[in-house]
Nanobody, 115 residues
């Protein structure tokens, strides 16, 4: 599975961004799709996940502000980020986990939130 993320950029605090990730390759094997982020000097953390059945998970840090969605027909996953905060600044990575429990990562897209 190959993943191509896009949609990052620079936005002021309180603004919005929408990230997209397109999967290709063995897409029929994809189960979970999600987004992680890594800020400088910090560990990579999960920010949103969606199952093949549409169930979603968000950590408290983004709950109510971020929304993950999935277009299985187009093998894409999206992350709508609203009410962005300076602390949301990070490189955001698209991730998939297949039914065989194989883990795949996209190249990352930079999100910078200015005050």
């Amino acid at each position: 599975v190959q993943l191509q993320a896009s949609g990052g950029g620079l936005v002021q605090a309180g603004g919005s961004l929408r990230l997209s990730c397109a999967a290709s390759g063995s897409i029929s094997s994809i189960n979970l799709m999600g987004w992680h982020r890594q800020a400088p000097g910090k560990q990579r953390e999960l920010v949103a996940r969606i199952t093949s059945g549409g169930a979603t998970y968000y950590p408290d840090s983004v709950k109510g502000r971020f929304t993950i969605s999935r277009d299985s027909a187009k093998s894409m996953v999206f992350l709508q980020m609203n009410s962005l905060k300076v602390e949301d600044t990070a490189v955001y990575y698209c991730n998939t986990v297949t039914y065989e429990m194989a883990d795949y990562w996209g190249q990352g897209t930079q999100v910078t939130v200015s005050s």
